[in-house]
């Protein structure tokens, strides 16, 4: 099995690392440093996304299996009721 076959059908989770100082000490923090990673990251945008009320990523077929109430059928098509 090849690395991209491999690859291709797994599912994968992203651990980020903050470095909290420049002199690699412990129990030393630099904030703006932290802060700067952070917003370089995009990990301020990933959170202000998430209290927005769009913390989850679902696939298409759990999608349609939860909102398919919103369906209607007309002449063979389907079309979404948005409220």
Do not use: H, W
């Not at 903050?18 to 995009?42: M, T, W």
């Not at 996304?49 to 007309?74: C, M, N, P, W």
């Amino acid at each position: 099995m090849s690395l991209v076959q491999t690859l291709g059908e797994t599912s994968p989770q992203y651990v980020r690392c903050i470095k909290p100082n420049s002199e690699k000490s412990a129990f030393l923090f630099e904030e703006e440093l932290v802060l700067a990673q952070l917003r370089y990251s995009g990990m301020l945008e990933t959170i202000r996304i998430r209290k927005a009320g769009y913390s989850v990523r679902i696939l298409y077929d759990q999608f349609l299996e939860r909102f398919k109430v919103l369906l209607a059928k007309f002449d063979g098509f389907l079309f979404f009721f948005f409220f």
